[in-house]
């Protein structure tokens, strides 16, 4: 089975728009086609949780066997995660956030999704943004 970018990315998609429930059943599944993931919460102020969100997304991808403990997996990671939030921060600038991180890898593909509530009052603005990297495959 050829898994393209496209593939990853829906996965990733996926991921962040989990339930915790749906989660764990949702990783069996993709796993089954050959496309490994992980997500991880994410929540509070945008601007001061980035260094944070980067860093779960790293530590949950390295937990999960994603990407190795090499500085070129990690540098894809943070920079598809960074794409991701350069991509939310338009709509949440200062505001806060709680969402999901869903990191989604095939081979050289690797496609990380931030699903967001921005909370405003009594509305709740919804954001998605999407990163993505080709990097060595680990096998």
């Known amino acids: 089975m050829n898994i393209n970018s496209i593939d990853v990315a829906k996965a990733s998609i996926k991921m962040s728009t ?9 990783i069996q599944e993709l796993k089954k086609q050959g ?6 919460d ?4 945008l601007i001061a949780s980035i260094p944070k969100i980067i860093e779960r997304a790293l530590v949950a991808s390295k937990r999960s066997g994603l990407i190795l403990d090499y500085h070129v997996h990690d540098g894809a990671v943070a920079g598809a995660t960074r794409d991701a939030i350069m991509q939310v921060s338009l709509k949440a600038n200062g505001l806060n956030v709680g969402g999901k991180i869903g990191i989604a890898r095939a081979g050289e593909h690797l496609s990380v999704c931030i699903f967001m509530s921005i909370g405003l009052l009594h509305l709740n603005e919804v954001v998605i943004g999407l990163g993505h990297r080709s990097l060595p495959d680990n096998t």
């Open 18 to 26: 989990s339930s915790r429930e749906e989660e764990m059943i949702l």
């Open 35 to 40: 496309i490994s993931a992980v997500a991880v």
């Open 42 to 45: 994410i929540g509070g102020n």
